[in-house]
């Protein structure tokens, strides 16, 4: 992704000198990082590339005034820094804009620094002529991204070194560029650079996200954790003190420290679980890194550190994990424990070693290096940290062959595949399948092969009888049964996990399909003949019109799944002998299920068209448009506008649970939208209300309401349980401001907990 930049040369006179002396810093500052990094031959090699590009974007401004080269300067740094990229890297780092928007081809490119780097530049130029409203131009730029992955790792890693930096600089940008830019960040790059084991900047490419897109929610999380700091730093040098001094006694080299959770994943948590900031118990985790381990001793180390820890904090046995002796599929090691503080608060405790620390925060690349420097650890496990990415770059690349699906799909297959945790299970031999969590006896039969899938009944698991869709766990041992006369349903596509899976199920069920078809065309053309009716279309388009079928395939499809009785096809005969002198018009007969219960559908009640409540693009026009029903906007809300394709312009709010898709998937159908400033009518609210029950509580919060000049209510349902209540109730207000008067007040009713507001 490029950051939108002005062509027009500087005439604003900035000291053109002084510009030249601050790139010059800049690369010095890189050179001066990278230097560790580097062999010899290196720095040579990124001098010309430095060159080059500094040349080529030497008349271009980022959107902010600044020179352009700023840009890949900063992307290179990113890489050798907070990466730990080699010169390769560096140098297509510094290249990584130039193609795509300056006059230098692919082949000077190749032809100056050869075809690997000439390789990885392509796969980071953007294809630009896609543009269309069927496709998604971000979606095919990010499929050709996912498909040089295959070939070469590092351009995912440039690609997220990018963003980064795009996201660190997105202040510059127009407000729905982004939140287009934020969408994207959220829904692909920060999973991918997680998938990566890229810890630290998954963590802030979120942050960054959230600041963007729901400015008050951040900056009211930051300012809480701003607040609670000198608290928390003294609980912090408490809980510590007695582990420091005891590590010491000890002899360890090691470094402590608490671990804030990131704004994002606090937002996250108080999002799922419903509660506030204060309520966010583990809002940081204390971090034990030691120093100058050998690799043999790295797990005695930390499990000798475990054991000290635990012997000031009593453990909590069930939230022990061990990702030494098992590392999680993106390369993770480490050992966590929660432990009850002398305060009666958990604290979890991150105990690992330099290396593994290192891996946790810079993930692949790091690991790569320490591969490189000859550092081996030894595992007892199948699933070492290399076989791990290897094997989830080993899935990627079969999905990639397999896959000619378009590329709004594809993004789809790739996240719900690539993205989730893995599962490692075995087959009855002992061999090691890796699926997606959530995956199920079913998913393991098509892995295992097409035809054990297709006729899979059932599966015993560690030996015990499960049904097709028993979700499996880590390390289950699986053993499919099959029937051969077992055949694929609809419904399997409920319960399946992986792509494969659902490729092969969809496949086997065409196939049915069109074997069925077969059949009902067949038995239908032996009834005509036995009529004496010919077997041609107009028969078939009036057989098709007569029992109400959509085609004339449906109703070859009925017939021969036995759906549509052959014997019901005497009911057209009757009706071709009545009618046959008026050719072609064939009465519609209710035969079909859906009409049989015989209910009626209640038209949908009128939309009433919110009149100028909202101004449309950057010229503030009033055009006709929708609010959306999924998160249900108000005066006041941070909005956007959506073009869809049949339903006009929607206007979502951006904290919508679909606005990261829409957003990351169509971008250029997103279209500024701003609340006028006199809103006149009544947006609809819901409201969820929680607190202690008692005599007259209902009554009293209904009161609030209709007191409430500002607010109409429209309906109320509590419900209590023992001593609680727990209800919705819908309200008609002006704004946001109208919504949060109210919710005050409602708070203030003795006994009222808890208040806000639903988003359908
Ligand atoms: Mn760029």
Redesign the pocket.
Known sequence: ???IETNKPNLNGIDEEAERREILKRYRKLMRIAKPYLKEGDAGLIKRAFKMAAEAHKDMRRKSGEPYIF??LA?AQICVEEMGLGATSIAAALL??VV?DTDITLEEIEREFGSKIARIIDG?TKITDVEDSVTSSQAENFKKVILTLAEDVRVILIKIA?RL??MRTLESMAKHKQLKIASETIYIYAPLAHRLGLYSIKSELEDLYLRYTSPSVYNEIVEKIEQTKASRDKFIRDFIRPIRKALKEEGYKFEIKGRMKSVFSIYQKMQKQKIPFEQVYDLFAIRIILDDVPPQQEKAACWKVYSIVTDFYLPNPDRLRDWISTPRANGYESLHTTVMSRTGQWVEVQIRTRRMDDIAERGYAAHWRYKESGVQVKKGGKQSLETGLEMWLNRVRELLEKNGTGAIEFIDDFRSNFFSDEIYVFTPKGDLKVLPQGATALDFAFEIHTDIGKTCIGAKVNNKLVSINYELKNGDQVEILTSAKQKPSIDWLSFVKTSKAKHKIKEALREEKRAFMKLGREMANKKLQQWGVPCNDRTYEQMRAFFNEKTVADLFYDIGSGELPITELKRFKEILETKGARKGQVQQMPVKKENKDGVEQPEPPKKKQPSDSILIGDDYMHVPYTLAKCCNPIPGDEIFGFATANEGIKIHRTTCPNATELLSKHGNRVIKATWASVAEESFLVGLYIKGTDRVGIVNDVSKVISNDLKVNMRSIAIDTSDTLFEGTCTVMVANTEALKQLIEKLKAIPGVEEVKRLDY
């Open positions: 992704m490029k950051p840009h890949p992307v990584h804009d795509e980071l990018d930096h795009n």
